[in-house]
């Protein structure tokens, strides 16, 4: 076994502290990274404050960039020194008809995630990213495209791609009007990817001062969401809106604001969304759903970002200050993403 150190909560709702655990010795097709940086994302917060006991100690981190430091005797497409990236997904049962598609996150054995659950081989915990190295198969190691910046483009690996899936299933592109709610970390990353691939952007927030920042990032309009007036102004106008917000909300305004066949496609994860019938069935619209991307969309959207020069908008913290990081992010205290320096 591979002795490692990381930062892991002892218990739900306990900060988290220095802590010595293994990692598998390296497969023949294992990767082994080490961690240089690595996002804070809302589901590390949520890991820590709702799972299970049974999960605990808890290592967060499933965006992430490093160097590989190992590598197993069947891995070709690395080597030690290689500057790399993983993001939430790690394995899959890879015979599904979505895996065989490169569509691992639509899994039908389900996806094996960075941390939380267990390894598919040989069920041992998984354990994540907020530490100083990380063992994965090679498959799901991505080599980060020369120009991105390490830090940056951590976040990419699930804010990202989280992002990039839908507006690439939708055919985002060049005269097509789209809407982005929310500018937080997957908003702010969306305004960015919609703008490159051509489209007219909105952001729809509930906060007036965010237009300025909204602007800086691409948009081309900026919505105040709870502005009756400027929602019914835009009454029909958008081919397909992207909703990036977590909290339970109604999704119903934002139907209205498409145009007939047009497309409102949910990120967040709430108990129920609760839309109004007349608000979904008159034009014809749709209500769809998107979570993280497979290998061929994550490769495909890390070229796109070496191409447009784009990573997310960061704050770098010592790794010791990991707690900050999660306080400050309870308190959307963050412009847009939190990353980690674990070296």
Same mark, same amino acid.
């Given at each position: 076994?591979?002795?490692?150190?990381?930062?892991?909560?002892?218990?739900?709702?306990?900060?988290?502290?220095?802590?010595?655990?293994?990692?598998?010795?390296?497969?023949?097709?294992?990767?082994?990274?080490?961690?240089? +940086?690595?996002?804070?994302?809302?589901?590390?917060?949520?890991?820590?404050? @709702?799972?299970?006991?049974?999960?605990?100690?808890?290592?967060?981190?499933?965006?992430? !960039?490093?160097?590989?430091?190992?590598?197993?005797?069947?891995?070709?497409?690395? /080597?030690?020194?290689?500057?790399?990236?993983? $993001?939430?997904?790690?394995?899959?049962?890879? #015979?599904?008809? +979505?895996?065989?598609?490169?569509?691992?996150?639509?899994?039908?054995?389900?996806?094996?995630?960075?941390?939380?659950?267990?390894?598919?081989?040989?069920?041992?915990?998984?354990?994540?990213?907020?530490?100083?190295?990380?063992?994965?198969?090679?498959?799901?190691?991505?080599?980060?495209?020369?120009?991105?910046?390490?830090?940056?483009?951590?976040?990419?690996?699930? /804010?990202?791609?989280?992002?990039?899936?839908?507006?690439?299933?939708?055919?985002?592109?060049?005269?097509?009007? !789209?809407?982005?709610? $929310?500018?937080?970390?997957?908003?702010?990353?969306? !305004? #960015?990817?919609? #703008?490159?691939?051509?489209?007219?952007?909105?952001?729809?927030?509930?906060?007036?001062?965010?237009?300025?920042?909204?602007?800086?990032?691409?948009?081309?309009?900026?919505?105040?969401?709870?502005?009756? /007036?400027?929602?019914?102004?835009?009454?029909?106008?958008?081919?397909?809106?992207?909703?990036?917000?977590?909290?339970?909300?109604?999704?119903?305004?934002?139907?209205?604001?498409?145009? $007939?066949?047009?497309?409102?496609?949910?990120?967040?994860?709430?108990?129920?969304?609760?839309?109004?019938?007349? /608000?979904?069935?008159?034009?014809? #619209?749709?209500?769809?759903?998107?979570?993280?991307?497979?290998?061929?969309?994550?490769?495909? %959207?890390?070229?796109?970002?070496?191409?447009? $020069?784009?990573?997310?908008?960061?704050?770098?913290?010592?790794?010791?200050?990991?707690?900050?990081?999660? @306080?400050?992010?309870?308190?959307?205290?963050?412009?847009?993403?939190?990353?980690?320096? %674990?070296?």
């Amino acid at each position: 076994m591979r002795s490692v150190t990381g930062y892991a909560a002892p218990a739900a709702g306990a900060p988290l502290a220095p802590w010595q655990f293994e990692r598998r010795d390296l497969r023949p097709d294992d990767v082994a990274v080490r961690v240089r +940086y690595v996002g804070v994302c809302h589901t590390d917060l949520h890991a820590v404050e @709702d799972s299970p006991a049974a999960e605990f100690p808890l290592v967060p981190g499933h965006e992430f !960039v490093g160097e590989v430091s190992a590598v197993g005797s069947e891995v070709t497409r690395f /080597a030690v020194g290689d500057v790399v990236a993983v $993001g939430n997904i790690v394995d899959s049962c890879g #015979k599904c008809d +979505y895996c065989l598609d490169s569509q691992e996150n639509y899994c039908a054995e389900f996806p094996t995630m960075t941390y939380l659950g267990v390894d598919r081989r040989d069920g041992l915990p998984q354990r994540g990213a907020y530490s100083s190295e990380y063992v994965v198969t090679e498959k799901f190691v991505y080599a980060l495209p020369d120009g991105l910046d390490p830090a940056g483009a951590a976040p990419l690996m699930c /804010a990202g791609v989280t992002t990039w899936e839908p507006l690439r299933r939708w055919q985002i592109g060049p005269g097509m009007r !789209v809407g982005v709610v $929310g500018l937080g970390g997957l908003g702010h990353l969306a !305004v #960015k990817f919609a #703008k490159a691939l051509g489209a007219e952007v909105t952001v729809f927030t509930t906060s007036p001062g965010k237009e300025a920042a909204a602007r800086v990032l691409g948009a081309d309009d900026v919505v105040v969401s709870t502005d009756a /007036a400027a929602m019914t102004d835009r009454l029909g106008r958008f081919d397909f809106i992207l909703n990036t917000v977590s909290a339970k909300h109604d999704p119903s305004p934002y139907l209205r604001a498409l145009r $007939g066949g047009g497309t409102l496609c949910m990120l967040g994860i709430p108990d129920r969304y609760e839309p109004e019938a007349l /608000a979904l069935l008159i034009g014809a #619209k749709n209500l769809a759903a998107s979570g993280s991307g497979g290998t061929r969309r994550t490769q495909e %959207m890390l070229e796109f970002c070496a191409a447009h $020069g784009i990573t997310a908008d960061v704050e770098v913290l010592p790794a010791a200050e990991v707690n900050t990081a999660l @306080d400050r992010l309870a308190r959307n205290d963050v412009r847009y993403r939190f990353v980690l320096a %674990m070296d």
